[in-house]
């Protein structure tokens, strides 16, 4: 029998998930499939690997050992799929992916375009959601992977950076602020705030930033929370408040001559956009090929 890449990606699985039930559902395989492929590794070295309970799977000492081994497995065959990615131009598939608001409803949307000029034949299905239900679809294996406004810690979860964004305070045409092109932070305190609702990416990287200046986010006066972008912004064209948008989302209002952007003194509100999926998990190779594009392209050509 020879040592095949399959059961070194079972045993991981195993191992991570701590039990061969809880492996085998990640793994979309039956539990009595998972228990052979790992008494196969096991036979195979001629020692056991892991040490059966009642209540969790531990590892042996030979389990330990080779859990590195198994995991640089793993990641030589996503480095693999990345590296070959690259020449998969008549590539098939379907890719699922979620995505939080901002990115699904402004970012995307400009990317996926010349996208599927580059792969006509990949088909996407996308969700827009916020990061939990992201995150909570993943885990559920609803999902390949998310793409997300801030960062999470999530023990199974890989994150990584894809994209960089930037927030800017936008007002009404209308608002007195309007014909500035700069004004200081202490000046936004005076005037009334509508903002995205606690929790979301935009709101995390604004309350972060303005902490970084000794400045409570609760003294903003927030007269309004909305959840969406879109909403945020049709409240700040009726002039009912000032909010700090991603640059991406407001072109066209900006073109119009609906709102316009200013800039703050001493401070900018940049961010990254990451990618989230399961680290046990092996991505297909549309996902792979997706965030090959989204990493080694010049993104701002269509944004």
Same mark, same amino acid.
């Given at each position: 029998m020879a040592l095949n890449f399959h059961q070194l990606h079972i045993f991981y699985t195993v191992a991570e998930k701590g039990s061969f039930s809880a492996a085998a559902q990640a793994l979309h395989m039956t539990q009595p499939a998972?228990?052979? =492929?790992? =008494?196969?590794?096991?036979?195979?070295?001629?020692?056991?690997?892991? =040490?059966r309970s009642t209540k969790r799977i531990e590892l042996t000492e030979a389990g330990r050992a080779l859990m590195p081994y198994a995991q640089r497995s793993i990641d030589l065959i996503r480095d693999t799929d990345q590296a070959m990615s690259a020449f998969t131009k008549q590539l098939k598939g379907r890719l699922q992916l979620g995505s939080s608001l901002t990115i699904g409803e402004y970012i995307?949307?400009?990317l996926l375009g010349p996208f599927g000029q580059e792969y006509p034949h990949i088909t996407i299905s996308m969700k827009v959601m916020n990061t939990s239900q992201i995150m909570e679809d993943i885990l559920n294996h609803q999902l390949n992977f998310g793409l997300i406004e801030a960062p999470v810690n999530h023990p199974d979860m890989h994150m990584e950076a894809v994209m960089s964004d930037e927030l800017q305070l936008v007002v009404a045409a209308s608002h007195p602020l309007a014909e500035r092109t700069m004004v200081s932070v202490e000046e936004l305190l005076e005037y009334p705030f509508v903002l995205r609702e606690q929790g979301s990416g935009t709101r995390l990287v604004m309350e972060e930033q303005l902490r970084k200046k000794n400045i409570d986010p609760s003294a903003l006066k927030i007269v309004m929370e909305l959840g969406s972008t879109g909403a945020v912004k049709s409240a700040v064209e009726a002039g009912l408040g000032i909010s700090f948008i991603s640059s991406s989302s407001v072109k066209h209002e900006l073109a119009l001559g609906l709102i316009r952007m200013i800039k703050i003194e001493d401070m900018s509100f940049h961010r990254q956009f990451y990618s989230i999926y399961l680290k046990s998990a092996l991505l297909p190779i549309s996902a792979v090929t997706f965030l090959t594009f989204l990493r080694e392209r010049d993104l701002q050509q269509w944004l």
């Open positions: 998972v228990t052979m =492929q790992v =008494q196969s590794l096991e036979d195979y070295f001629g020692t056991k690997l892991l =040490q995307l949307p400009r």
